[in-house]
């Protein structure tokens, strides 16, 4: 009977160091490639998340423009820009406010019954991440056309939205409420 011999060498210090380097570069590259699928994830998700901000706002502005049926004033100072409108709902005269707070960086909204305080109606948040809101009313009494600008950003990241807005129904270009409804 033969007898099997067996090798009880092991591995060599040599082999050993090899094996740990070769996991070391898989591991190596496999972190790699998770930490820039992650930055490249997050950098995705915070575009899409400004457009759909983007989006949205930009609905519920033209939303709320598509009731103007008297007319729009735009006003802008150090601490906010103002774009109101004017409307009849019901035969109660109704004035819109689209507020842009220049050190809170809020895009609101809200509406009320000419004659009410306004401080009493219910102000409601468009976007909370504006950081610029414009208007240019020049050619609402030509062609009842609104161009409007609203800029948002998220950590280092901007996005701009550009409207020309049409209204459905013939609006004045006016300086308050009281050039439309009167006292």
Do not use: H
Request: hydrophobic share 35%; with cysteine.
């Amino acid at each position: 009977m033969k007898r099997i011999k067996y090798d009880n060498k092991g591995l060599s210090l040599i082999e050993l160091l090899v094996a740990i380097t070769i996991s070391i570069l898989i591991v190596g590259v496999v972190l790699l490639l998770t930490g820039t699928s992650i930055f490249q994830y997050k950098n995705i998700n915070v575009d899409t998340n400004l457009q759909n901000e983007a989006q949205i706002t930009s609905n519920q502005v033209r939303d709320l423009l598509m009731e103007a049926n008297r007319g729009v004033s735009w006003s802008e100072d150090t601490d906010d820009n103002v774009l109101s409108f004017y409307y009849v709902e019901n035969e109660k005269q109704m004035v819109g406010v689209i507020n842009y707070t220049k050190n809170t960086n809020e895009l609101k909204y809200k509406l009320y019954e000419y004659g009410d305080d306004p401080n009493d109606s219910k102000e409601y948040l468009l976007s909370s991440i504006v950081n610029k809101f414009t208007c240019d009313v020049s050619e609402v009494d030509d062609g009842e056309l609104l161009t409007y600008n609203i800029r948002y950003f998220i950590d280092d990241e901007e996005w701009s939205d550009n409207n020309k807005f049409s209204f459905r129904n013939t609006v004045e270009l006016v300086d308050s409420a009281e050039a439309i409804f009167g006292e």
